[in-house]
């Protein structure tokens, strides 16, 4: 298995872009979770799926925020419009089982300038 | 909030010296779990230990948990400078996703 797959692994854009980062999650692996990673605040849990459905969005920082599940080997992550705030590494990870350990992408490193 | 606080923040050792990382938590949870990151990489799953557990081994990896201090450790043993990297312990509370804490940055020097 090729693991979890994120694209692209760098993006830079302009704020007031929007901005839209792809997850591949392994196949059999019904949870999805996507994570932003920053110095300042860590790792924090932004939203997660199961079985392609939304379970818990709370952690979307604002409305620019959405993330969607169209079926289970593809989800993306969308900011619109961006801002310089928003500039962090975003991961996305799946488990077969939530309790379980969780299988995490390479990130996709978002530069809003 | 659960959220485990690694402890040092930041720890220094030479090749063949044992490493050891100290997670704290806040409340109930089914398990904890050490995950490792090296510079610009995603998180890699090292050790899952349950709330019934004390201790668990893996290779050079040895998890403590202790659920009436709410605290855990990492030990690494016999350090190589491939080790260097991040580490982060996550907690899994009953029905919730993992939470991590800031972690703890390990450089092992040859």
């Known amino acids: 298995d090729a693991g979890v797959i994120q694209s692209p692994r760098h993006e830079v854009t302009e704020m007031g872009q929007e901005v839209t980062l792809r997850c591949k999650p392994i196949?059999?692996?019904?949870?999805l979770f996507w994570y932003r990673q920053t110095m300042m605040r860590g790792l924090e849990l932004l939203i997660y799926?199961?079985?392609?459905?939304?379970?818990?969005d709370s952690g979307m920082p604002e409305d620019r925020f959405s993330a969607k599940m169209p079926n289970a080997s593809f989800s993306t992550l969308k900011i619109q419009p961006s801002e310089p705030r928003d500039s962090a590494v975003y991961f996305c990870?799946?488990?077969?089982?939530?309790?379980?350990?969780?299988?995490f992408g390479s990130g996709t490193r978002l530069t809003v300038v | 909030s659960q959220q485990g606080e690694e402890d040092p923040q930041a720890l220094s050792i030479q090749e063949g010296e044992n490493a050891t990382m100290n997670c704290s938590y806040k409340?109930?949870?089914?398990?904890l779990q050490w995950y490792r990151q090296n510079s610009g990489r995603g998180l890699v799953h090292l050790i899952l230990?349950?709330?019934?557990?004390r201790e668990k081994h893996s290779g050079r990896l040895r998890v403590t948990l202790d659920t009436s201090k709410k605290s855990s450790s990492l030990l690494i043993t016999a350090s190589r400078a491939a080790d260097t990297a991040s580490y982060f312990c996550?907690?899994?509370?009953?029905?919730?996703?993992?939470?991590f804490g800031k972690g703890t940055r390990l450089s092992v020097i040859a």
């Open positions: 409340t109930s949870i089914n398990n």
């Open positions: 996550a907690t899994a509370a009953y029905s919730t996703p993992l939470v």
């Open positions: 230990i349950r709330s019934n557990e």
């Open positions: 990870a799946s488990t077969p089982l939530k309790e379980g350990g969780y299988t």
């Open positions: 196949s059999g692996h019904d949870y």
């Open positions: 799926f199961n079985n392609n459905v939304p379970i818990d």
